[in-house]
């Protein structure tokens, strides 16, 4: 379980998090949604430690995120990220991109890794990409490339931000049916989106998020049917 | 003007000559391993922003850059020497190439850092590699391909400056060894025509292989 309680988070003088309260169960799938600027991306690099807090606590599976005796490295094994800009390593072939942190964080061999690897890849339809450097592929395929390499990690959450947004707009549907998948496949998952679409479909919750806060949550027909805010309603009708 | 040219001497003592170029290969390349390592160490000082790392990593960079390299060499002979720390006339021209490379090969360094996008380190941790093991799969072997040709350059200055040893006293390397042909044969233009032609080649094979390397390493 992942429990977020009062978070704060500030940029220099700019307040980002204003006090954030959420838990999400094993096997949930969770969406967030807002507009841009309303904290949700920042929200989500916290629950790994990329980024600092300044108030409240964030816990995962009982370990606190930010507590000084965590080892972050060590807790980051269980939380796969997929980011907006797929961040493929340019210099490391597909199955290279994938083997590397089984190598060289859970200590697998070459054998053991590429076997992981070429599951996973397999899994996200890369299998015939394995010796190519990432820039022969197409963005959805880096993505999912991306996706895979998370994956390989065996994490136990996975976290989604804005994975689609930098998406050509005929490469969007690959991506999203590969995160079909595996919330089909019961991955706890917590989803930074303006898929909305998406996120009604495969959401067992969805947060709207607004001025650093979460201003309204409840299940997708809830939210899209019938929010109870007067901005969760605005801000579906401005998209 | 009646000198005539006798290529004959030069001919004879060719394999000397080859020995010594030689070791002008070997302390220019063991000086651009060297320098590489630590120029790394010299850049991420300077990136850090701690002062302690970088104050002296600064000091570092600039002497390398704004001083003559012939002044290294002496300082890293007769310096250390009076400070009860001989070394050998070998050692002080590696140890001075070595210092001047990894002055210049840190600035340049800097600039290839720069050139690595910082989500490339962030996608890394995410994963669970630590800062060390981002740094060493990650960001180093991009920064490499970023700065490789502005090293392929100092390669063959390092191979060039090999050349000063001649004034710390060393008689075995390419200069060396023509220097010392010359005092007993007083063929001068012919020995040091030869050894000029010999640096000329050796410079050319290094940034060969330098191609040679890039074109195996950087296929992405």
Known sequence: MIAIENVHKQFGALHVLKGVDLSVQKGEVLS???GSGSGKST???CINGLEGIQQGRITVDGV???AKATDLNKLRRRIGIVFQQWNAFPHLTVLENVTL???KVLGKSREEAEVIAVEQLSHVGLKEKLAVF????????????AIARALAMSPDYMLFDEVTSALDPQLVGEVLDTMRMLSKEGMTMIVVTHEMRFAREVS??????REGRIHEIGSPDQIFENPQQPETAAFLKSI | MDYEFQWRPVLRSLPEMLWGALQTIEIAGLAMMLGTVLAIFLALAKRSGKKYLSLPADMWIETARNTPALFQIYMLYFGLGSLGLQVGSYTALLLGITFNNAGYLAETFRGGFAAVPETQTRAARSLGLGAVQTQW????PQMLRAVF???TNQMVWSVLMSSLGVIVGLTTDLTGVTQKLNVVTYRTFEYFFVAACLYYLISKAFTLSARVVAWRLFRY
């Open chain 1, 32 to 34: 967030m949604i807002g």
């Open chain 1, 43 to 45: 929200m989500l690099m």
């Open chain 1, 64 to 66: 606190e995120v930010h």
């Open chain 1, 101 to 103: 942190a089984p190598r």
């Open chain 1, 134 to 145: 990432p820039s022969r592929l197409s963005g959805g395929q880096q993505q999912r490339m």
């Open chain 1, 204 to 209: 067992d919750r969805v947060a709207f998020f």
């Open chain 2, 137 to 140: 799969h990650i960001v180093i």
């Open chain 2, 149 to 151: 040709h502005a090293m």
